[in-house]
């Protein structure tokens, strides 16, 4: 709902002690064990089948997973895709209520690269979880961040949907039924990756300085998550998953919104926070733990023994204003405790947004940005905050602008903030004029902080010169061509895929 | 060893821009400031010739900046508007009245007609008696939506086109966080628009020039041109939740200096999904301003504070709208609630 009148939210008075003695508001009979809200005392079999009922209604609600499907599952080992996983796994046990069809698998990215753990302490927590992965009986990838350096440059293209459409998901069911004849899916795959990690000592060295070369933590953590997407993308394609599942919680989906808005990604919310993100067109993700608080994935895991492991992070053992998404955290952290309602409140705005460019989840035929690989919203309007920059700087750097000989009158007579601005000539730094153009406002301010460009991995250098020499060439034969507007022949034949978050 | 000013490349440069981290001297600074609210006004097309703007001024640095640079372009660019100032006077004892006398030295400064208007005449209530009412908490809901209609009001009595505010780009970032926080997706998606539309009658079309100005370059900007501003916290104003929200940006700043333009670029790119309920702009029908509810909030304020209720615009209390238009008495027990809390 929306909120219109002005109000400003009173922390609400200290609650009563939580008494022992209260029965479970569901079924009014056995003693409550867990308080999930405020008021709402469950008892543990109400609170497992409420928890196990959210997340099958959350896929049935978005009929974005059709029966049969392979699903790749992205397992960090922390506490919500733990649970996530193990969701699953109620969801296609033989005796479940309402069961789930598609075909899981599960990858665990190892980021200890990036991190700098030694390869002691990576090669321990990966055999923990190969021990949880291989006790689920479903494929697993153990890959570790490295293998990032050598992804071809398609994984930065979108590619064409395979997806149908959401309307026939009912008759995609039906004939499925009749199919399968209630065999179990995924049952049939045994398949079990090779056990261990396989890593090039001189690959975590390179990926050990393409994380050196951000001079910012916050730059860091950006191009780290920027990585994992891609190698995440590329590991689901390379295996025939058509579906990513992220275990993003409610409480992870605020931060991040808060965090994207701080970090000027206004435009890419809906995609970076929503349940499905389709940027990548042939691979969708989606985020089916967004219903539930950290606090309720903790409770269930704790009760139900989900095993989880922690790996240290980029943001491990730093303080609280050591990078914006950092900052965010503790923010929302903080406010949640005095205003219980921050992160519901938070999270309820993601569902309110769409991407950028209309209702059309597609990114094909549009320019996308060459890291995230969102449509670049950078081609805007003069009164822009983009466009107030490129004036600011153009106007406090005189080295910025094309300018004549005699530099107070060249400043006298300056264009500034007409047409000159905005384009590469006016850029400050000179080193990214190329990289720049490709780059969506967000990106851009992350390349600012790296030390150096030559350090990112080759499928990033390699896609951004093909993509500089298209549109080079594109630039030579302009006036030979009749339609500007869509004038690069690589998109014929792609038509948007339908985005499912708008027909739910 | 000095540094250079990087624009010039001649003189000394005495300061780090916020905004850019440029190093700039005097000089360079005074005209990269004015230059980019020159642009920005020229991008979006705020004014036309011949128009006469009201210029919001309260005294404090921000509107003091915009009545200078506002003056200096009109004449610098020949934009060929007539300037003036608007004042409201809440009626703040040790604040409001303080700050007025500011604004009377500006207008002798600038030599700009000055209007005031005060709540005391347009509502029969000060700010000190609402407080005196309603305490500390909860007042600035009153004040705020009180003066946003006072300014309409004194504007229309100018007979004035346009009313500008001195707003920048912290308050556009703060507020862009603040709606995000309340999940205000209505104001959310307005809230970055540099300029109101024309709104129906009895409303002034209002614009930010300073929009994309870093608050700290404002200051720098008053300090080098040594402006006389006041500078004194509204004695009521402890907002605790917006507090939350300054501090939170103000550390956003200290981490990476372009995240106030980096939040209004994300507010400005916002798109809101098809279907989402929005609050449908009518007029009230008590005094035909502009509201989304049968009676506007500050016609539901002033009846709260008419019949002894001051709690009957705080928060939501639609379901009453009907009787307080009908000039019914409300039950006991609605009565019981709206009262001020005693302790």
């Known amino acids: 709902m929306c909120q219109v009148e002005e109000e400003y939210r009173e922390p609400p008075l200290a609650p009563a002690p939580p008494s022992v003695c209260k029965t479970c508001v569901k079924c009014k009979d056995a003693s409550a064990a867990v308080v999930v809200r405020a008021g709402d005392p469950y008892c543990r079999t109400c609170f497992k089948d409420y928890f196990i009922h959210k997340f099958r209604a959350m896929l049935g609600k978005n009929r974005v997973i059709f029966p049969g499907e392979k699903v790749l599952l992205a397992v960090s080992g922390g506490p919500s895709s733990s649970s996530m996983l193990r969701q699953v796994q109620e969801g296609l046990s033989q005796n479940a209520h309402k069961k789930l069809r598609f075909s899981p698998g599960i990858v665990y990215i190892d980021e200890g690269g990036a991190v700098g753990r030694s390869l002691e302490e990576r090669l321990r927590t990966a055999s923990e979880l190969q021990a949880v992965f291989r006790s689920t009986g479903f494929p697993f990838h153990m890959v570790p961040l490295e293998q990032v ?75 780290l998550s920027s990585l994992r997407q891609h190698l995440l993308v590329h590991t689901a394609r390379s295996h025939g998953y058509s579906k990513l599942m992220l275990g993003d919680s409610c409480s992870r989906s605020a931060v991040k919104l808060l965090a994207a808005v701080c970090l000027g990604r206004g435009a890419q919310l809906a995609q970076d926070t929503g349940f499905s993100d389709s940027r990548y067109g042939d691979v969708v993700s989606v985020r089916p733990m967004r219903d539930y608080s950290a606090k309720e994935i903790a409770f269930y895991n704790h009760m139900f023994g989900v095993p989880s492991v922690l790996s240290p992070s980029l943001t491990t053992k730093t303080s609280d204003k050591s990078s914006i998404q950092q900052l965010t955290e503790s923010f929302i952290t903080r406010l949640q405790a005095d205003f219980p309602s921050t992160v519901s409140t938070i999270y309820r705005t993601s569902e309110k947004l769409q991407t950028a460019g209309g209702s059309s989840g597609g990114t094909a035929g549009t320019d996308t940005c060459l890291l995230c690989v969102c449509v670049l919203d950078t081609s805007v309007g003069n009164a822009t905050a983009f466009r107030s920059t490129l004036v600011s700087q153009c106007l406090s750097d005189s080295r910025a602008v094309p300018s004549g000989p005699d530099p107070v009158s060249a400043k006298q007579s300056r264009p500034c903030g007409g047409q000159q601005c905005g384009t590469r000539t006016c850029s400050a730094e000179d080193r990214t004029p190329d990289l720049k153009a490709l780059l969506c406002y967000s990106c851009q301010r992350t390349l600012r902080d790296l030390s150096s460009l030559d350090r990112l991995p080759h499928y990033i250098l390699s896609e951004a010169q093909s993509r500089a020499r298209r549109s080079q060439l594109r630039e030579e034969i302009r006036d030979f061509l009749l339609d500007h507007h869509d004038d690069d022949e690589d998109d014929e034949g792609l038509h948007s895929p339908p985005d499912p978050s708008v027909v739910a | 060893m000095p540094v250079q000013c990087s624009s010039c490349r001649e003189k000394r440069a005495v300061l780090k821009r916020p905004k850019t981290g440029h190093s700039l001297c005097k000089e360079c600074f005074f005209w990269a400031f004015e230059e980019e609210v020159h642009q920005t006004i020229k991008a979006a097309e705020l004014f036309k010739p011949g128009e006469s703007v009201g210029i919001a001024a309260s005294g ?56 005031i208007v005060s709540y005391e005449e347009l509502y029969g209530w000060t700010m000190d008696a609402i407080v005196k009412q309603v305490g500390l908490k909860n007042n600035c809901t009153f004040c705020g939506v009180f003066r946003r209609q006072a300014l309409d009001r004194g504007a229309i009595m100018l007979k004035v086109d346009k009313i500008c505010t001195g707003h920048n780009a912290d308050d556009v970032a703060e507020t862009v966080l603040m709606n995000v926080l309340r999940g205000d997706i209505a104001r959310l998606r307005r809230c970055t628009a540099i300029s109101t539309t024309s709104e129906g009658d009895g409303v002034v079309p209002r614009c930010k020039p300073l929009k994309y100005a870093y608050e700290k ?127």
């Open chain 2, 60 to 115: 404090g640095k921000d509107s003091t900046v915009l009545a200078h640079v506002m003056k200096l372009l009109n004449e610098r660019y020949n934009y060929g508007l007539d300037l003036m100032l608007i004042s409201v006077d809440e009626g703040i004892t040790g604040y409001r009245d303080d700050s007025l006398e500011t604004v009377k030295r500006n207008q002798q400064q600038y030599e700009l007609p000055l209007k």
């Open chain 2, 217 to 343: 370059e404002i200051v720098l900007y008053a300090y080098f041109k040594k402006l006389d501003y006041f500078s004194t916290e509204c004695i009521y104003s402890p907002n605790a939740y917006r507090g939350h929200a300054r501090t939170f940006l103000k550390d956003l700043e200290s981490i990476r200096s372009s995240s106030i333009i980096d939040i209004i670029h994300s507010g400005e790119n916002l798109s809101v999904r098809d279907g989402v309920k929005m609050p449908v702009q009518g007029t009230c029908s008590r005094c035909g301003y502009i509201s989304s509810q049968a009676l506007c909030k500050s016609c539901v304020l002033l009846e709260g504070l008419n019949r002894g209720l001051p709690k009957l615009g705080i928060g939501k209390h639609h379901r009453l709208h009907d009787k307080l238009l009908s000039q019914q008495p409300l039950t006991e027990k609605e009565e019981r609630k709206l009262k001020s809390v005693d302790f």
């Open chain 1, 149 to 223: 350096l050598d992804v071809p440059p398609s994984v930065l293209v979108p590619a064409a949907s395979s997806q149908p459409a959401a309307s026939v998901y009912k008759a995609a069911v039906d004939g499925f039924l009749q199919a399968a004849g209630g065999r179990r899916p995924g049952a049939a795959v045994q398949q079990q990756d090779a056990a261990g990690l396989d890593v090039l000592e001189a690959h975590t060295a390179s990926l050990q300085q393409l994380m050196d070369s951000a001079t910012s933590l916050t730059a860091r953590q950006e191009l």
